[in-house]
């Protein structure tokens, strides 16, 4: 199948049990869209993502009031999985700058964020409003994973833990830990050994981490890295930090000779 003609086919994310004996029905804020927005027809062409990453092709049978009624016409087989399963953990920034961090970093490949508070953070939302957060979030997710055409959407994790719940999330072997601090001598390398498949990325508050959570997070096993000579605001750093690791051992680049 051509790419340009790919392009043009919009994407909607449905579970796993939505697609029933070849065929299924897209309601809600999807249907509006599809309906409204785009003044689909029947017979029109729809890309259907379920949860677990599977893509399918369907076609417009109908519509009713809060519907829209597709059959499945081919299984698609599709890879645009980076290789390196990547976790943000940011703590929380004030104003609405996780909003946007969060748009930029599904762009950029992240598969999950966490949002933690740490012995600087500004502001510290009580259990409503993280609550509140968190379901934008997931919008905003959802919304940036079909624009930039991903086949699975992050994962918001849905309460706000502290920093101390960060420093036990590397306990296993199989990933890696980076601490972003700029109070480290330490750039991120291209060499490690072995290459990560899974890594956990700690970015800071506005007023930055203080050495002892440094050394809380090196005593842990993370590793304590710097983004050069310049210090970075929080959001900045955060989306300098995810793209280089995409580079180093994600997949912005080919790594064939």
Known sequence: MAIERDLNVRRFYLSADAIQNGEAAICGADAHHIKNVLRSEKGDILQLIVTDGQSYRARIKSFSKNQVYTEIIAQENISQTSDLHITVAQSILKDNKTDTLI????????????????????????VDRMNKKVKRWQVIARSAAQQCRRLRIPDIHEDLLDISDIFSLISGKETRGFFFWEGSQIMLESNIKPTPRSVILVFGPEGGFSEKEAKHASDSGFMITSLGPRTLRAETA????????????????????
């Open 103 to 126: 748009r930029q970093a599904t762009e950029l490949g992240a598969d999950r964020w966490i949002s933690f508070v740490s012995e600087r953070s500004i502001v510290r939302p009580n």
């Open 238 to 257: 955060t989306i300098a930090g995810l793209s280089i690791m995409q580079y180093l051992y994600g997949d912005f680049f080919s790594k064939k000779s």
